[in-house]
């Protein structure tokens, strides 16, 4: 099952860091809702990234267990299905390091080489860059506003100047490169998958039979907090809340792709130039998992499961976004990544371009509901009604002043991010280490 055919008719996903948490949960709900939802004469052909291949094949190994547990729900309704079922969906995992640029470049190369197309790009993969809890504030502020605290939460310490590993070898000689830093979470939560867009642009514009565009889908966060983000140090390294900062970049950038004054920059990003009949634009969305019990915050034993029953009591309370479990949380990037284009069409137009995020209620039903953004609102509209669903109490209305900053930011840094790529690929290239990628 690792070793997939390519059907002309098969849908194309590829979700990076699958290996657990929520990266698993969207690859397993992949699977459970493509078979309830697809036409039968359609297959899945879903490609994890894990970083070694101990955790690819347990993360394969899980995924195919998935299977035969809708297999055999399905059996007991129709029997006979579940041969037909196992038929249409197809496994494969590749290796990628979010943090080696050259790693982005091999594992596009590879599949730029193997697979005719994508339709769907997740990218899941992270890190959180904490260093542990601040515990008398998080006592203190769980106890006197536990929804808010467990929601938009201030007691998480951050590290300071973490940097990835150097991206060039030594010179000849053995003497060192000169190289800019890279700061390490900015690296595996944005940068690495920005590379990565970038480079597998060229299959997701592949129209094939699908006349819908390929989508490329990034994740945030409710904790994608404006005050985080310094266009100064666009990377977070001089800063504390690197997490957060990085997923204000991901709002920025994905909300403002689709805005006039970045077309030239969001062009060159997914090297598009003229729409034709084998090719079509990819579109860039926006998700977020709600707040999910995952291991991106290490915790010892009896501290995890504190904090999932905290997560839970929160939900309890009337939080809708504690989704707690990673089947939950997937609920929203598998929805963009299989929605009808002409609903998700529908939606912007009449709601403008926004953040979709993994939502529940206190019986556990979980949705996909739209998201506020700082200096965005819900869909860029200045007189549009505020929601109260889930908004952060921190929440200021959206004034001209708000939503004009925020897409000044978004330009400078489409602007900066494409310097940076340009920059990175002409320096490995020189080291003798880049990946051909025309």
């Known amino acids: 099952m690792s070793e997939a055919p390519t059907p002309e008719n098969a849908f194309y996903v590829l979700v990076t860091g699958a290996n657990s948490g929520l990266g698993l949960g969207i690859g397993a709900r992949l699977i459970d ?5 697809r036409p039968q004469d359609e297959s899945l052909v879903l490609i994890i ?38 038929r249409r969906v197809f ?61 938009w939460p201030t007691f998480k310490l951050s590290a300071v100047g973490w940097t990835a590993k150097p991206q060039l070898p030594p010179a000849a000689g053995g ?39 390929g989508r490329l ?19 977070c390294i001089m800063q504390t809340e690197a997490y957060e900062s990085s997923k204000r970049l991901t709002d920025l950038m994905a909300i403002t792709s689709r805005l006039p004054s970045t077309e030239t920059h969001v062009n060159k990003y997914l090297a598009y130039e003229q729409p034709s009949e084998k090719t079509a634009k990819p579109r860039i969305y926006l998700s977020h998992p709600g707040i999910t019990h995952t291991p991106i915050m290490p915790l010892f034993f009896v501290l995890d499961y504190a ?16 989704v707690v479990t990673v089947d939950k949380g997937a609920v929203a990037a598998v929805w963009l990544a299989l929605a009808k284009q002409s ?33 965005w609102g819900w869909g860029g509209e200045l007189n549009e009604t505020p929601r109260k669903f889930g908004r952060s109490p921190y929440a200021k209305a959206l004034t001209r002043q708000s939503k004009e900053k925020f897409v000044r930011e978004g330009e400078q840094c489409w602007a900066e991010l494409e310097r940076m790529r340009v920059d990175w690929e002409r320096r490995l290239d020189e080291a003798g280490v880049g990946v051909c990628m025309d």
Request: net charge positive.
């Open 343 to 375: 609903i998700l069409d529908t939606m912007e137009q009449r709601e403008g371009v926004g953040k979709w995020g993994s939502a529940i209620d206190v019986w556990g039903n979980e949705r996909v509901e739209r998201t506020e953004i700082e200096g």
């Open 91 to 151: 496994l494969r995992q590749e290796r990628l390091d979010l943090l080696s640029l050259v790693s982005v470049q091999k594992l596009s190369k590879k599949l730029r080489d193997t697979v005719p197309k994508l339709d769907v790009v997740i990218c899941n993969a992270g890190i959180g860059g904490w260093t542990g809890i601040n515990w008398p504030r998080a006592f203190k502020t769980i106890l006197t506003s536990w929804k808010t605290s467990t929601t």
């Open 49 to 86: 990234t894990t970083r070694d291949q101990r955790k690819g094949d347990a993360a394969i190994a899980a995924l195919q267990e998935q299977l035969r547990k809708v297999c055999r729900k399905a059996e007991k309704k129709l029997p006979g299905v579940s041969q037909l079922l196992q």
């Open 217 to 235: 889908i990034w994740t945030s966060s409710l904790e994608a907090y404006e005050h985080t983000f310094n266009m100064q140090d666009i990377q």
């Open 307 to 322: 904090w999932r029953l905290v997560c839970y009591i929160s939900r309890w309370l009337g939080s809708h976004w504690h």
């Open 33 to 37: 809702e493509f078979l309830q939802t």
């Open 175 to 213: 003497s060192k490169r000169e190289e800019p830093l890279l700061g390490e979470v900015f690296c595996a939560n944005f940068f690495g998958h920005y590379l990565l867009g970038h480079y597998l642009a060229r299959l997701l514009a592949k129209r094939s039979q699908r006349e819908t565009p």
